[in-house]
């Protein structure tokens, strides 16, 4: 009520505490000091316009926080258009707008406003998210895939496969086919960016960890260090892998970047195979696959093959051991 808000503003000029002002208007302190903080703060609490600006925030429908100011409306747009994400747009603002506070928006604010939107509306204005999202995805969320058993994380993993200069150690990932009823193992040696492609009959823990062993059995202990992989479940049987020579590492959840040479490769792979198609398990074709990849010349390579670079490294073994 503005009586109140009066009696709160007269209390603060007078620099009464906030314990102080509740007892004058029989409310609690908590109350008064959110009522302060959102409108101003100590210094710049004016009652009348606290009261204006709660009369607006209680009014039915409410706006959408990006509608509220047609400048902020035209620089979300228009940096939407330009391939910005909303998280991006609510950055920035500030550092574009430093004496408008009407140009404030949380990214969170920006995703709420583009898929209340019609449809019609974003292609019309041509708005869009860069993930070309229209709605966000409904229904129960699934429940959680089950925790991989005593991981070794990459913080463990030896100081010397960060450089790349001692070669052996690889990174390894899952290709997932059509409905996820196919997949194709992807292992990479760091070093040379070779690419080993693993046929897979099955995406359980144990077709895929005696199809990696199978796959790296054969190879020099120089070129078998360490195998990195991601937190997929398709890995629990680690143990069984380490227990072969080859001591399996885990990237931290959601760090694609600590895997960076598979994740690239991935998306070679998936010039072969697109999403929505079936990975076929036949190893000749596989092997065909992988031969044509690691034949093409690499730049931070110098433009040398990665079959060129991998076959020195077994041959710089074979001449050493």
């Known amino acids: 009520m503005l009586v109140d808000r009066e009696e709160i ?3 603060l000029a007078e620099g009464l505490q906030y314990k102080q002002i509740a007892f004058r208007v029989g409310r609690d302190p908590s109350v008064i000091s959110r ?29 959408f926080a990006v509608e509220r100011s047609p400048r902020l409306r035209a620089v979300v747009c228009r940096q939407l258009r330009g391939g910005w994400s909303p998280a991006s747009i609510a950055g920035r603002l500030p550092i574009d707008y430093p004496d408008d506070q009407a140009c404030r928006v949380s990214y969170e604010a920006i995703y709420q406003w583009v898929y209340a939107q019609p449809v019609s509306t ?11 999202r229209k709605a966000r995805r409904g229904g129960r969320r699934p429940a959680p895939a089950p925790r991989i058993r005593e991981p070794r994380y990459i913080d463990e ?46 995406r359980d823990s144990l077709t895929v960890g005696d199809a990696v062993i199978a796959a790296t059995g054969g190879l020099p202990a120089a070129i078998r260090r360490s195998l990195t992989w ?13 227990a072969t020579g080859l001591p399996v590492f885990f990237a931290h959840p959601h760090s694609l970047w600590e895997r960076g040479s598979n994740e690239n ?20 074709y596989l092997a065909m696959v992988a031969s044509e990849i690691n034949d093409r010349p690499r730049k931070i390579h110098n433009w040398k093959k990665p079959s060129e670079l991998f076959t020195e490294l077994i041959d710089a073994h074979a001449s050493t051991g």
Do not use: W
């Not at 903080?37 to 009652?47: D, E, F, L, Q």
């Open 9 to 11: 503003s007269r209390g």
């Open 230 to 242: 991601d937190c997929g479940t398709e890995m629990a049987r680690h143990a069984t892998i380490t």
């Open 157 to 202: 993993r030896p100081a010397e496969a960060t450089d790349r200069a001692l070669p052996g150690h690889g990174e390894g990932d899952l290709v997932i086919g059509k409905d996820g009823r196919s997949a194709v193992a992807t292992l990479v040696e760091r070093t040379s960016r070779f690419l080993l492609l693993v046929p897979l009959t099955g």
């Open 122 to 132: 974003l292609a019309r204005e041509l708005i869009s998210l860069r993930t070309g």
């Open 35 to 63: 009522e302060v903080a959102r409108h101003g703060g100590r210094n710049n609490y004016r009652a009348a316009a606290a009261d204006e600006a709660a009369s607006v925030a209680r009014q039915r429908p409410k706006l």
């Open 265 to 284: 490769l991935n998306r070679i792979v998936r010039e072969f195979f697109p999403k929505g198609v079936n990975i076929t398990s036949d190893p000749n």
